[in-house]
């Protein structure tokens, strides 16, 4: 599959047209991004492993049901995706508070969320994502109400599913963040889940396995998702 003119380049994965005009080709770069962008370093191999990450996962969820966009991988970085209308919304659920939530609400860092709790945000750098609610999802326009409904179950969905397939690799998975789009009339699970868009800590002690690690400038970083790839058996 030939590589055609660069779409976007975001923050972390660039964006080519190709021989398919229902499909795209995204590249996993090793640029790592924080706080909207304002902490920004290149990671050696980050790229390979995310999008080697991202294959197995994006597989994973469409054995047990899920529409995703992921066709193939085209090479180390790169896979073949379908060409989606992108909602500009992220959806996260949380199992444990950790991060945004925990500054927002005075929520002790670690503490148990049952049932998991849900938040959408807007995906816009500039105002740096703010946390959005259905209604202004179906007033801006930005989704309508079907869309939304199926955005939140697949989401709590793919927790169950990733939930288990963590868990049973001794791995909590704290919580997540999906994007999803349309082609035609179908809806999908986009972009990527890969542990810069999810927190990940081991089961026993806790320890951050995800883009935390770059947060907080703990070191480690792409070592620790090699870690992770490592224990769900994935080869990289
Ligand atoms: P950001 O835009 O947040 O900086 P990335 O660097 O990951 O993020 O850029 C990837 C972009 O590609 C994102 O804007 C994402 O919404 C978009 N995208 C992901 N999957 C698809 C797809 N299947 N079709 C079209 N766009 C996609
Ligand atoms: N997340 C993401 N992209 C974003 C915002 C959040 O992938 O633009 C992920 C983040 O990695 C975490 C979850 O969504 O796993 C919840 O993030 P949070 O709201 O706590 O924001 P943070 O404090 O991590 O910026």
Redesign the pocket.
């Known amino acids: 599959m030939l590589r055609g003119e660069e779409l976007?380049?975001?923050?972390?994965?660039?964006?080519y047209r190709c021989e398919r005009d229902d499909a795209?080709i995204?590249k996993f770069?090793d640029?790592t991004?924080a706080f909207d962008?304002e902490k920004m370093e290149s990671l050696d191999r980050k790229g390979v492993v995310n999008n080697k990450f991202n294959a197995f996962i994006m597989q994973h969820l469409e054995s047990q049901g899920v529409k995703t966009?992921f066709l193939e991988l085209l090479s180390d970085d790169e896979a073949l995706?379908?060409?989606?209308?992108?909602f500009?919304i992220e959806c996260v659920v949380r199992n444990i508070a950790s991060g945004s939530m925990t500054r927002r609400l005075g929520i002790e860092d670690g503490t148990d969320l049952a049932p998991p709790t849900f938040e959408f945000f807007l995906?816009n750098?500039a105002l740096h994502d703010p946390m959005i609610n259905e209604y202004h999802i179906e007033s801006f326009g930005w989704a309508d109400a079907d869309a939304v409904a199926f955005m939140k179950a697949r989401t709590f969905e793919v927790n169950k599913i990733l939930g288990k397939l963590f868990a049973d690799a001794n791995m909590i998975l704290v919580d997540f963040k999906l994007?999803f789009?349309r082609q035609g009339e179908t809806l999908?699970l986009?972009?990527?889940f890969t542990p810069?868009g999810c927190r990940i800590w081991d089961a026993k002690t806790r320890e951050k396995l995800d883009k935390d690690r770059f947060r907080k400038g703990l070191g480690g970083v792409v070592e620790a998702y090699e870690q992770v790839a490592a224990r769900l058996g994935l080869q990289l």
């Open positions: 976007y380049s975001g923050k972390a994965k660039s964006v795209l995204l770069r640029d991004s962008g966009h995706v379908r060409k989606l209308e992108m500009p995906k750098d994007e789009g999908y986009g972009d990527e810069d």
